[in-house]
């Protein structure tokens, strides 16, 4: 019983609010220490690759962002489903703090291989299940803020983007089973829950280190968005008006 | 060290566009996603306290 109500205190906007506000400061110390030091190794340790030169050493912000975009995506499908299956206005306004992150990242994943597929591939792009799915996934994030944004009733926009993401999430599992089920151009899987992985342990290291900053980059930016989000909609609230908000 | 000048480094083997390209425009697309969320929070905050005062 005492667990579920500490567990359902972070609902409440002020009580979230206040918990975000003095997390925020750990998650960008956290963020630029582990980029720093993944960086350090990825290019400074990491050796150059025998096939791909020195191009392959884009890996270490492509893939943390591919996989960030993908993370977001369903942690903000989960927050507008709870929002809406509990009507619980803060899962709905954590959900909208998300998705602006989650395009950015899909974008620097899309932007970063195309970068990364001419020098290695000879093309900007192709079209192939992979690519696809996750250019579809960025039109996803972007359909999702111009749905929210264009319904005037919070709740209803709410409900409506909670229905989109819900139903986008398909593609999640799409892009990252796309290289199994499908002949792509990009490559298979390198690193596996299961087997030992075929990459040498200081790209590893160095890309492992690039996805926890990343991580700790976007709990950064979606507190920061979601206490912006909280102060526009509870404009009206005693706790912010009286000046006990920090 | 794996790089013998810092000339090398940035030439990154003849692959200096691309590994800075994608680099630079993501650093750049981090710190507006940044820098736009810590604004809107400035600014609604901004805007309550007019509204309080107003009250």
């Given at each position: 019983?005492?667990?579920?109500?500490?567990?359902?205190?972070?609902?409440?906007?002020?009580?979230f609010y206040a918990l975000a506000g003095a997390l925020i400061p750990w998650f960008w110390i956290a963020a630029l220490v582990l980029g720093a030091a993944g960086l350090w190794i990825g290019?400074?340790?990491?050796?150059?690759?025998?096939?791909?030169?020195?191009?392959?050493?884009?890996?270490f912000i492509?893939?943390p962002?591919?996989?960030m975009?993908?993370?977001?995506?369903?942690?903000?499908?989960?927050?507008?489903?709870?929002?809406?299956?509990?009507?619980?206005?803060?899962?709905?306004?954590?959900?909208?703090a998300?998705?602006?992150t989650?395009?950015?990242f899909?974008?620097?994943?899309?932007?970063?291989?195309?970068?990364?597929?001419?020098?290695?591939?000879?093309?900007?792009?192709?079209?192939?299940?992979?690519?696809?799915?996750?250019?579809?996934?960025?039109?996803?994030?972007?359909?999702?803020?111009?749905?929210?944004?264009?319904?005037?009733?919070?709740?209803?926009?709410?409900?409506?983007?909670?229905?989109?993401?819900?139903?986008?999430?398909?593609?999640?599992?799409?892009?990252?089973?796309?290289?199994?089920?499908?002949?792509?151009?990009?490559?298979?899987?390198?690193?596996?829950?299961?087997?030992?992985?075929?990459?040498?342990?200081?790209?590893?290291t160095a890309?492992l280190l690039m996805t926890l900053a990343c991580w700790a980059y976007a709990f950064a930016v979606v507190f920061t968005r979601t206490r912006?989000?909280?102060?526009?909609?509870?404009?009206?609230?005693?706790?912010?008006?009286?000046?006990?908000?920090a | 060290?794996?790089?013998?000048?810092?000339?090398?480094?940035?030439?990154?083997?003849?692959?200096?566009?691309?590994?800075?390209?994608?680099?630079?425009?993501i650093a750049?697309?981090i710190a507006i996603d940044a820098l736009?969320a810590i604004?809107?929070h400035r600014?609604?905050?901004?805007?309550?306290?007019?509204?309080?005062?107003?009250?």
């Amino acid at each position: 019983m005492a667990m579920t109500m500490r567990f359902f205190t972070y609902a409440s906007p002020p009580r979230f609010y206040a918990l975000a506000g003095a997390l925020i400061p750990w998650f960008w110390i956290a963020a630029l220490v582990l980029g720093a030091a993944g960086l350090w190794i990825g290019f400074f340790q990491a050796p150059t690759d025998a096939t791909q030169g020195d191009a392959y050493r884009i890996i270490f912000i492509h893939v943390p962002a591919a996989w960030m975009s993908m993370v977001l995506y369903l942690v903000m499908a989960f927050w507008a489903a709870i929002g809406w299956a509990f009507n619980a206005r803060l899962a709905s306004m954590v959900a909208r703090a998300l998705a602006p992150t989650g395009a950015m990242f899909t974008f620097c994943a899309l932007w970063s291989g195309a970068l990364w597929g001419k020098p290695t591939w000879g093309t900007w792009w192709v079209w192939d299940a992979r690519l696809t799915s996750e250019l579809i996934l960025l039109f996803l994030y972007l359909g999702y803020m111009a749905l929210v944004n264009a319904i005037d009733d919070t709740r209803r926009a709410d409900q409506a983007g909670a229905l989109l993401a819900v139903i986008g999430s398909v593609n999640v599992p799409i892009i990252y089973f796309s290289v199994k089920w499908w002949n792509t151009l990009h490559q298979g899987a390198t690193i596996s829950a299961t087997a030992a992985p075929k990459m040498v342990a200081s790209m590893l290291t160095a890309m492992l280190l690039m996805t926890l900053a990343c991580w700790a980059y976007a709990f950064a930016v979606v507190f920061t968005r979601t206490r912006a989000i909280i102060v526009e909609r509870e404009r009206e609230a005693k706790w912010l008006n009286d000046g006990a908000a920090a | 060290m794996i790089w013998n000048s810092a000339g090398e480094f940035f030439a990154m083997g003849g692959y200096g566009l691309y590994v800075w390209g994608s680099y630079g425009v993501i650093a750049a697309c981090i710190a507006i996603d940044a820098l736009i969320a810590i604004k809107r929070h400035r600014a609604a905050r901004a805007a309550t306290a007019a509204n309080g005062e107003n009250n």
